[in-house]
């Protein structure tokens, strides 16, 4: 026999790839189909959120074929919706989810892990399933559908973390610049005397003066703030309580300078109900004393902006007109579910899970 040339060996080739393609039965019955995109996320999302319920948006006839290649020479077909209800049993460790799974028969063979009595034993024998399934390559899209914007992927990464998010990173590369400063400067007076009739949350240019006041140790911009302003801790349980922003500004700033004296310009305990919720005067003289008596340098923490949103609008208003930075493409979807899936509050895991429910239903 002769050489093939080059358009004999494709058609040889091509052969060679109908061969071992031989489709299924199972896909040439009527009333089934490949599974599409939103059924993998489904089936991703029910397994890393134990929901059972989005196991019924998928189409049962909806096939997950993997047929013999250079690794194998096994068929593994599973339905989507069985995969599903798999993965959640597994997820939730309750045995009745495997019920749900519908075995499939075919001539070559199956070897579809996706079985009742693997399902079964896995959870009675608390074993670890090495494969979870995925829908990274499909979250721009999915995200998008369910009408999260960048504005939203902010706000769940600022809750994840307040430091280490794309505002507050940006705020780091200005934060030490003689323009941000003279623009804080700039900003309002809000002193006032005490009085609780006007105690009242804090406002965006009252926070981002406190932020720059630490940032650049200047004491006197804690004077511009009212002494009937508060921030609120909240954590994912809730929130913990509002406090003073002036009486945090000069405590922060004393234990800084290592300054009992600047404690002496906090509004007494007595004088106010926020005031009485954070650290006192005599309290925080005493830390400021043993900090210099140590050498310590004390820590102001997080922005005490309460979502991304705010922090974001304080820095427009600044003339900073796109205030992100990103360490890759930004909205970076992967890390938004990320936090969903590990670190998420009820509320916010509730809110994605609506959004899941409500795209198209394949049941039908």
């Known amino acids: 026999m002769g050489k093939l040339g080059p358009m004999g060996l494709s058609r040889m080739l091509a052969r060679l790839a109908g061969c071992l393609a031989i489709p299924t039965l199972l896909l040439g019955q009527a009333g089934t189909r ?44 599973a339905y989507k919706q069985s995969e599903c209800y798999f993965y959640v049993a597994l997820a939730t460790k309750n045995p009745t989810y495997c019920d749900s799974i519908e075995p499939i028969t075919i001539p070559q063979g199956n070897h579809s892990e996706i079985n009742k009595a693997l399902c079964t034993e896995t959870i009675r024998s608390r074993s670890n399933f090495q494969y979870q399934p995925s829908a990274f390559h499909i979250l721009d899209q999915m995200m998008t559908e369910m009408g999260y914007v960048a504005d939203d992927a902010l706000n769940l990464l600022y809750m994840q973390s307040s430091t280490n998010n794309p505002v507050s990173r940006f705020y780091r590369t200005i934060n030490q610049s003689p323009q941000l ?22 406002k965006e240019d009252e926070l981002i003066t406190e932020l720059v006041a630490l940032d650049y140790h200047l004491p006197a911009l804690c004077r511009k703030l009212s002494p009937n302003a508060y921030f609120e801790i909240v954590f994912r349980q809730g929130p913990v309580g509002r406090f003073s922003l002036r009486n945090e500004c000069f405590h922060s700033s004393a234990q800084y300078a290592h300054s009992p004296e600047l404690c002496g310009e906090m509004t007494p305990k007595a004088a106010l109900s926020i005031a009485r919720n954070g650290i006192g005067m005599e309290d925080c003289q005493k830390e400021a004393a043993t900090m210099r008596l140590h050498g310590n340098l004390g820590d102001h923490g997080s922005p005490l902006f309460f979502n991304a949103r705010s922090f974001v609008n304080t820095l427009r208003k600044l003339g900073y007109e796109n205030p992100v930075k990103s360490e890759g493409p930004f909205p970076n979807w992967a890390d938004v579910y990320l936090y969903l899936v590990f670190y998420a509050g009820p509320n916010e895991k509730r809110e994605f899970l609506r959004r899941v429910e409500a795209l198209p239903d394949f049941t039908n």
Do not use: M
């Not at 400063?181 to 009739?197: G, M, Q, V």
């Open 34 to 77: 490949p599974y599409n995109p939103h059924e993998q996320f489904y089936t991703t999302v029910a397994s890393d959120f134990g929901e059972p319920k989005l196991c019924r948006k998928i189409y049962p006839g909806a096939v997950d074929e993997h047929r013999p290649d250079f690794g194998t020479t096994e068929w593994r077909v």
């Open 181 to 202: 400063r003279s623009k804080i400067e700039a900003l309002p007076d809000y002193s006032e005397p005490p009085s609780e009739e006007k105690v009242r949350a804090a």
